[in-house]
């Protein structure tokens, strides 16, 4: 499982150079301001990047949004499943980066049964998944792609989530375990970085 360090903190690229990072970085709209440029930044560190901009839009937009993202350090691309199957389709044939489709927020409450058809129609696109930690459980063995896990915690109480998971609970289960607050509101970030990397490597 590979530990993602979520880029929503003031200022990332100093956070990154004063308390170093995880390889894997999530980036949203809060740094996409800076403009494509800034994935160079993210290169240069030697850090692999998921572009979380949660595209929703008709097929070819999103397949254009995906192409003018793209980029040497990026990992993968966020889709939220609402924009439906065909613009799904469309950013798979987009890239041959990661496309983690979102299902449900983590801060929305909502029961795995009425999504289980919608992910029985997706998996065979051969997309990725962001889920909350307890589907992640629960769907691992039916899923192909990769799991991306938001809403992850150590020490923190939840915050705006709903749904949130310990890293301990999905060790085995998520092949990306996403840590924003965790970390970056921790009193020592770098240290806090630390136990998790000992974590998954125990
Ligand atoms: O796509 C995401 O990354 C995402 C999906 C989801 O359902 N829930 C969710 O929290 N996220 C993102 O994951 C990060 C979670 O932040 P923390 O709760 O601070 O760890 C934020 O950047 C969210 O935008």
Same mark, same amino acid.
């Given at each position: 499982m590979k530990p993602v360090l979520s &880029? %929503?903190? #003031?200022?990332p690229l100093e956070f990154i150079d004063k308390y170093g990072s995880f390889q894997h970085v999530k980036i949203g709209h809060s740094v996409a301001i800076y403009g494509k440029s800034v994935l160079e930044e993210f290169q240069k560190r030697n850090l692999k990047v998921i /572009? %979380? &901009?949660k595209f929703v839009d008709i097929p070819s937009t999103v397949a254009r949004s995906i192409k003018a993202w %793209?980029? #040497?350090? /990026? #990992?993968g691309f966020t889709v939220h499943s609402a924009c439906g199957i065909d613009s799904i389709r469309a950013a798979l044939e987009s890239t041959d980066k990661l496309i983690f489709v979102v299902l449900? &927020?983590?801060s929305l409450t909502g029961d795995l049964a009425e999504y289980l058809d919608l992910i029985k129609s997706l998996r065979i696109l051969g997309c990725s998944f962001v889920l909350p930690g307890k589907w992640a459980v629960q769907l691992r063995k039916q899923i192909p792609g990769k799991i991306l896990v938001p809403g992850v915690r150590i020490k923190r109480g939840a915050d705006d989530q709903k749904d949130v998971v310990h890293l301990s609970e999905i060790m085995n289960v998520a092949d990306y375990a996403v840590l924003g607050r965790e970390i970056?509101?921790?009193?020592d970030p770098a240290k806090a970085m630390d136990e998790v990397r000992r974590m998954l490597n125990a």
């Amino acid at each position: 499982m590979k530990p993602v360090l979520s &880029l %929503d903190m #003031e200022n990332p690229l100093e956070f990154i150079d004063k308390y170093g990072s995880f390889q894997h970085v999530k980036i949203g709209h809060s740094v996409a301001i800076y403009g494509k440029s800034v994935l160079e930044e993210f290169q240069k560190r030697n850090l692999k990047v998921i /572009v %979380d &901009l949660k595209f929703v839009d008709i097929p070819s937009t999103v397949a254009r949004s995906i192409k003018a993202w %793209d980029h #040497e350090c /990026v #990992e993968g691309f966020t889709v939220h499943s609402a924009c439906g199957i065909d613009s799904i389709r469309a950013a798979l044939e987009s890239t041959d980066k990661l496309i983690f489709v979102v299902l449900k &927020l983590t801060s929305l409450t909502g029961d795995l049964a009425e999504y289980l058809d919608l992910i029985k129609s997706l998996r065979i696109l051969g997309c990725s998944f962001v889920l909350p930690g307890k589907w992640a459980v629960q769907l691992r063995k039916q899923i192909p792609g990769k799991i991306l896990v938001p809403g992850v915690r150590i020490k923190r109480g939840a915050d705006d989530q709903k749904d949130v998971v310990h890293l301990s609970e999905i060790m085995n289960v998520a092949d990306y375990a996403v840590l924003g607050r965790e970390i970056y509101k921790s009193p020592d970030p770098a240290k806090a970085m630390d136990e998790v990397r000992r974590m998954l490597n125990a």
